[in-house]
């Protein structure tokens, strides 16, 4: 097909590209099941409860606080959560598919855009290959916002060029769409005001000024309703594990600007040489400046927690058009005179590919293992015999899982008596998102801001003081809070397994549920721990074994016996 007969083709291809993502979300939430991040279920516990309560927090018992790095997102799902009465399953397909719309839609507007600098055929070529990236689905699958967090810097950046006051409307979407966004901003309006053309300086000063406006109106409400300036997440994250000691804090910097670079390296090169000739379009200036606001930021923040290349999907559709935008680039006519720019978009989606393998195959076999659970679910596990336990494992770190342990752990707090058990757990996405009978307290801090503020530091006083009913701790949690060398702990908690679920329960709870018959000592080394959720790693099998006894709770007591073993 020619150029001229592609030109008929442009809203069906514009339509393909909007509508490709959504097939595959639905597809994937059909054959993949509910086995995603569970940090994109914190954002969603945060909107549901935010329309449910009219509080942002985690669920209904739980403390107002900034524990999201996406407002906008929390808003948006929350309030299709809201509107169509969604429940938990219903509400992480229909974030998937939001997540969905957003790159179809930044898809087709990227061919909008490209059809400026290039060929209609090679835009739709280019706007496609984007679109079927293996990365952009996982964060899809995630039902996450990076993608609309992309879609908002692609069409703010083409406004602010075209329809400069239109753009102000969508700038407060990009600030509230990402904690960072506004450090970009602020980075590329103030340089493009220093570095561009006299017709356009006074543009980019009037949104720099509208940027920091916004930012510092931000500031105060985070002020007078979180009761902090900066996001509990990132309180959070200047604590171990985010963040490391001098010597490991630099490797992990120098590590988040190095995979940077591995992404962006094509790009980067073609940027110096449009600041060294100016051989690209005015226009596409605050584009290049992106990709060094990016990779500055890569360099402060250092290699960020999650999937590979997430933390720099946003910036690839604005990379593209900057790439597409340098003079020697492939005329509109179809004629190649030179061909670096368009070697420079394939390396960069090249690039983003070979980036998310690892994280695909950690995608898949976290799907893998969630689905075991399937043939779980039609199994009765109230009085599980824990001597032929079955082998499922851990399942990842899914909000299906957490949903598991929530379930769990709200059933036990009926057995005991209590209308809203204190729990305390590392992972709470799903937790949240499933179970307002559960008072979360996040010992990974990210959604309490209590801990945040002090770290580990005093994390042994910080337990004594708030007595949660019920821990949960695992892994790398249980190493890096110390919490098995803390006394309180050992003196008030007694380890116990319930709906094959390793959770440490207090004193005064063992004691009651010993009167009502419900505990079974668990035979030790006959134990296969791998078939134990939150027991498979050696941290955790030790210390068990140092307290040399553990229990299992039923949930109704044996038919003939009265109390079960001593406490």
């Known amino acids: 097909m020619g150029n001229a ?9 514009a339509a393909i590209l909007l ?23 914190i954002t969603l516990a945060y909107g549901r409860t935010l329309f449910a309560s009219g509080e942002f927090a985690l669920n209904a018992l739980s403390p107002r606080t ?26 992480i397909d229909a974030s998937r598919l939001i997540s969905a719309l957003f790159l179809g839609a930044t898809a087709a507007l990227l061919f909008s855009i490209l059809q400026k600098y290039v060929a209609i055929a090679h835009a739709f070529i280019i706007s496609a290959l984007y679109c079927l990236l293996p990365v952009n689905y996982i964060e899809v699958f995630n039902g996450m916002e990076m993608l609309a967090f992309g879609f908002l810097l692609l069409l703010y950046l083409h406004l602010l060029q075209n329809a ?16 960072e966004a506004g450090f970009y901003l602020v980075f590329v309006l103030g340089l493009a005001f220093l570095l561009g053309g006299t017709e356009s300086r006074s543009r980019y000063l009037q949104h720099l000024v509208a940027t920091v406006l916004l930012l510092f109106g931000l500031e105060i409400f985070r002020h007078f309703y979180f009761g902090s300036l900066v996001p509990n997440t990132v309180v959070a994250k200047t604590n171990p594990p ?30 110096f040489e449009f600041f060294r000739a100016r051989r690209a379009e005015a226009s596409a200036l605050p584009n290049f400046l992106l990709i060094f606001a990016f990779g500055l930021f890569a360099l402060l923040s250092g290699k960020n927690w999650g999937y590979d290349a997430r933390m720099t999907l946003a910036l690839l559709p604005p990379t593209l058009v900057a790439l597409a935008s340098v ?56 009085n599980l015999d824990i001597k032929a336990p079955y082998n499922y494992g851990m399942y990842g770190v899914t909000p299906e899982n957490y949903r598991i342990t929530g379930e769990a752990v709200q059933a036990l707090g009926e057995i005991l008596g209590v209308s809203s058990v204190t729990f305390a757990s590392p992972d709470v996405g799903g937790l949240g998102l499933c179970c307002d009978r559960v008072s979360v307290i996040d010992t990974a801090m990210l959604t309490n801001p209590d801990l945040a503020r002090h770290g580990y530091r005093f994390f042994g006083e910080y337990i004594a003081r708030v007595r949660p009913d019920i821990i949960e701790t695992h892994g790398m949690w249980s190493k890096n809070t110390r919490i098995y060398d803390e006394g309180f702990f050992n003196e ?76």
């Open 242 to 271: 985010y963040s490391k000691g001098e010597m490991a804090g630099l490797e992990k910097k120098i590590a988040g600007f190095g995979l940077f670079l591995s992404y962006y390296f094509a790009p980067i090169i073609l940027a």
């Open 492 to 567: 008030t908690y007694r380890p116990v397994i319930f709906r094959n679920t390793l959770l440490h329960v207090r004193n005064d709870h063992i004691r009651d549920l010993s009167s009502k018959g419900l505990l079974d000592e668990v035979d030790l080394q006959g134990l296969d721990w791998k078939a134990v959720r939150y027991g498979s790693q050696p941290i955790d099998q030790e210390y068990v074994l140092s307290r040399g006894k553990l229990m299992s709770v039923r949930a109704r007591p044996h038919p003939m016996n009265g109390q079960v073993g001593p406490t």
């Open 19 to 41: 509508a490709l993502p959504c097939l595959l979300a639905l597809t994937l939430s059909r054959v993949a099941g509910l086995f995603s991040w569970d940090d994109g279920a």
């Open 66 to 91: 900034e524990g999201t790095s996406s407002l906008l997102y929390a808003l948006l799902n929350g309030g299709v959560i809201h509107a169509l009465d969604l429940g938990f399953h219903q509400a």
């Open 5 to 13: 007969g592609f030109k008929h083709a442009q809203l069906p291809a």
């Open 327 to 382: 003079d020697c680039d492939i005329r509109r006519d179809g004629s190649a005179r030179f061909v670096a720019p368009v070697l420079a978009m394939m390396l960069t989606l090249i690039s983003h590919t070979i980036a998310a393998t690892g994280s695909m195959g950690d995608f898949l076999a976290s799907v893998r293992n969630g689905k075991e659970y399937t043939d779980l679910k039609r199994q009765d596990t109230s």
């Open 164 to 179: 400069p006051r239109l753009a102000l409307f969508v700038l407060p979407f990009v600030i509230l769409v990402r904690i």
